[in-house]
């Protein structure tokens, strides 16, 4: 059965079907399932605190006072996220015997001001520092694809995801530093959105990079992903025009976007091209040797490893112990780069930032696949070298677009019961509402 959209749960609510407690109630069940993922979904689970809002949100309801129509719906939040009263432990060891928060983050805050629950904080990459989704500190969530064999679910924001996907929580809060809500969605079937980095504060959420991280949604659908950016952002929560298939100008970069994919991705994506041909949709190839700049821009690490170094420098010195070695040695490339390189680093994203904004502008927006593979098998990840390659797969193409301040979202293209394939739809910064028009438009077409 399809699970619910955040529209037809606030129908329901509205018209007396469900309440927020049945639907907490629901999740908190999905959660505590010994046959399900939620054990290693979730880092805490605050099921009084849970029951307690939905419960007030049922009587502001019936009082006619509830502060938006999604009110009572229940949400996960990524453990990046700081919420009054709980440590935020970034997936990791070394912040467990931190301070509880003091008050919630920003963008808590505003979902709880729009009556979404908070029912839980979901485990992630360590520091969210991978595009794989594996934490061997608390357990490594499995994708929703052949759950048997047991595939990576996508990081950094893992347990977002699968949260959503297994009805855990109806819409997760994530963030995306270089595709950490496209590639969880991606790998599990569900749509997940990167907005331009300035439309939500970054404010008490654990850094990975201030110039690339950004916050964003992950659910069941476009119009979910476009109702959660708006209460983020802290606008209005509008109703979603669907742009018309027929004479959208859509680019695909040929410039490493499309190099090196997995077949099964190279033939869905092309399956999903053809869709939007036929419905009158102008795609052209084009190249983009801008997105060229951004490997010699990475290859001592770039603002990541240099952000990151700086936040962590005496953090990772008196408790490196504990890290993940896989995040540790890469936040520790950040030592080695100078001032110089890093104020480098800045003209050279205005001018590429620039450069693109001029291509790119006769067209609509860019569509590309979200990852160049599938979800690799868990087991495999043990070995560096495979563990490594598929990271870089992973990130590679949803990094382009937070290298140009970009927004995205992907959308779920595969069919029924083969591997998980996203479509990514990528326009410049501040086209966002654009980008949500374009992929409702052709959300229900492009699907195998």
């Known amino acids: 059965m399809t699970k619910p959209t955040l529209a037809s749960l606030a129908a329901d609510l509205d018209a007396g079907r469900t309440t927020s407690r049945q639907l907490v109630e629901a999740c908190l069940t ?27 949100m049922d009587g502001l309801r019936k009082a006619g006072a509830a502060p938006s129509d999604f009110a009572g719906i229940p949400i996960s939040i990524k453990d990046l996220f700081d919420i009054k009263g709980q440590v935020t432990r970034a997936g990791s060891r070394a912040l467990e015997d931190s301070a509880p928060a003091e008050i919630d983050a920003p963008a808590v805050a505003r979902l709880r001001a729009a009556g979404f629950v908070v029912i839980g904080r979901t485990n992630m990459v360590e520091f969210a520092y991978s595009g794989i989704g594996t934490n061997p500190h608390y357990g490594t969530p499995k994708s929703a694809w052949q759950r048997e064999i047991g595939h990576v679910p996508g990081g950094s924001s893992s347990g977002a995801a699968v949260s959503v996907v297994d009805g855990m929580a ?34 008490g959420a654990v850094p990975l990079s201030f110039t690339l991280d950004s916050i964003g949604p992950l659910a069941r659908s476009v119009a979910c992903c476009a109702v959660m950016d708006a209460v983020l952002a802290g606008e209005p929560i509008r109703p979603l025009s669907k742009r018309s298939i027929k004479g959208m100008r859509l680019a695909v970069p040929t410039t490493i976007a499309m190099d090196d994919l997995e077949p099964i991705v190279a033939e869905t994506f092309a399956c999903a091209l053809k869709k939007l041909v036929e419905q009158g949709a102008s795609i052209e190839r084009i190249e983009v040797p801008e997105f060229l700049d951004i490997g010699p821009m990475s290859v001592k690490g770039g603002f990541t ?8 420098r005496y953090l990772i010195a008196a408790k490196g112990d504990v890290y993940d070695p896989r995040v540790s040695v890469r936040i520790l490339r950040g030592e080695a780069i100078t001032a110089a390189d890093y104020i480098d680093l800045l003209p050279a994203r205005r001018s590429m930032i620039a450069r693109i904004t001029t291509r790119l502008a006769p067209y609509d927006a860019m569509v590309l696949p979200t990852c160049a593979i599938t979800p690799p098998v868990i087991d495999d990840m043990m070995d560096d070298k495979v563990f490594a390659k598929a990271n870089i797969m992973s990130l590679r193409n949803c990094t382009l677009i937070n290298m140009i301040d970009g927004c995205a979202i992907s959308l779920p293209i595969h069919r029924d019961g083969e591997a998980p394939v996203g479509l990514m739809l ?3 910064g501040g086209t966002d509402r654009r980008i949500f028009e374009l992929a409702a438009g052709m959300e229900d077409s492009i699907k195998g």
Request: glycine share 12%; charged share 20%; proline share 6%.
């Open 30 to 56: 999905a959660i505590a399932d010994p046959k399900g993922e939620g054990e290693r979904t979730f880092l805490h689970v605050d099921r009084d605190a849970a029951l307690a809002a939905a419960d007030a």
């Open 426 to 428: 990528a326009g410049l």
């Open 305 to 312: 490893a240099a952000e990151s170094y700086a936040w962590h």
């Open 170 to 203: 109806h819409g997760a809060l994530g963030t995306d530093t270089g595709g950490s809500c496209r590639i969880p969605a991606a790998f599990n079937g569900i749509v997940g959105f990167k907005p331009t980095q300035a439309r939500v504060p970054l404010d």
